[in-house]
């Protein structure tokens, strides 16, 4: 699996070291992440994290350039909260193909709460990929992104391209994640608003 017209990492990373907004830096990660085949995103990031909790979702900075219709069934009716990689990401740290899904699936591991969480992806499409939760200097502080392939791919092409690009990939993405929270916006109270989610 090769990834057509992949950014230079050093010159990509320029850019967005040198970008003025959150939806400038998103705008470039889009760009570059499609690249590599991954077209669809969803990235996380909140300063109020509890023992049992991320805080409230008004509290949470969500961007993503899924479908509306997928955000509003996943993210703001609390549905992610038992989503399988949301729970990895919450507890760990690095990089996580979503073929662990597919085993835990497989196995009958998954709580039916979880089967119904694998049901509303596969139903909008969102079949493969990987998640990266990344590391922070607060332990009320997470950050995680979950990266779709595009449609037609499978988790063997989404593994097949991190295990060929997958350095490159890491890199992108926690500089990018570094940006995001060292921007003004994402210290406040208040996710994006889906105008700005799809900017």
Not at 50 to 58: E, L, P, Q, R
Not at 59 to 71: A, F, G, K, M
Not at 144 to 154: E, H, K, S
Request: net charge neutral; with cysteine.
């Amino acid at each position: 699996m090769t990834a057509e017209k992949r950014p230079d990492p050093v010159e990509h990373l320029n850019k967005v070291l040198a970008a003025g907004s959150i939806e400038e830096i998103w705008a470039l990660h889009q760009a570059a992440m499609n690249a590599y085949g991954f077209d669809r995103m969803l990235y996380g990031f909140t300063r109020f994290r509890t023992t049992n909790s991320f805080g409230s979702i008004d509290d949470i900075l969500v961007l993503s350039n899924h479908s509306p219709e997928y955000i509003q069934g996943f993210v703001r009716t609390g549905l992610y909260l038992h989503a399988p990689m949301v729970k990895w990401s919450a507890v760990n740290e690095g990089a996580c193909s979503w073929r662990w899904i597919e085993e835990k699936a497989a196995s009958g591991d998954l709580t039916p709460t979880e089967q119904k969480v694998l049901e509303f992806n596969l139903k909008h499409g969102v079949r493969a990929g990987y998640s990266i939760s990344f590391r922070d200097v607060s332990v009320r502080s997470k950050g995680a992104i979950g990266l779709t392939v595009r449609d037609g791919l499978r988790q063997r092409d989404a593994d097949a391209i991190m295990d060929q690009f997958g350095d490159e990939i890491l890199l992108l993405n926690n500089v990018t994640h570094l940006r995001i929270t060292s921007m003004p916006f994402a210290s406040s109270r208040r996710a994006l608003t889906p105008r700005q989610r799809e900017a």
